[in-house]
């Protein structure tokens, strides 16, 4: 079993920024996929991006050039790097690790808002 503590949530006017952190229990394969997920209220989660092996990255259309993702092996850390916010990236944050066996883990979750 792998836990996944988020941090860095908060408050932001449009326009700002925020680093969110995701801590693993163990650590983190080259080959682990991390993921970012929100979920708005009243949607459904959505993937906000995806790293795999440390330069593979892949981004939702509504966050590409804004959002960047990085992972410190080190301190078996991923990040969510957010800028520009705009008040509809307001979602619970969830932190994701999926091994190359298919094992899933989720964070709880940190809340974001971006107020207008």
């Known amino acids: 079993q792998v836990q996944l503590v988020e941090s860095g949530g908060g408050l932001v006017q449009a326009g700002g920024s925020l680093r969110l952190s995701c801590v693993a229990s163990?650590?983190?394969?080259?080959?682990?996929?991390m993921g970012w997920y929100r979920r708005a209220p009243g949607k459904q989660r959505e993937l906000v991006g995806t790293?795999?092996?440390?330069?593979?990255?892949n981004y939702a259309d509504s966050v590409k050039g804004r959002f960047t993702i990085s992972r410190d092996n080190a301190k078996n850390t991923v990040y969510l790097e957010m800028s520009s916010l705009k008040p509809e990236d307001t979602a619970v944050y969830y932190c994701?690790?999926?091994?190359?066996?298919?094992?899933?883990?989720w964070g709880q979750g940190t809340q974001v808002t971006v107020s207008s």
């Open positions: 790293e795999t092996s440390g330069d593979s990255t």
């Open positions: 994701n690790l999926l091994t190359v066996f298919g094992q899933n883990y």
């Open positions: 163990r650590r983190m394969f080259s080959n682990d996929r």
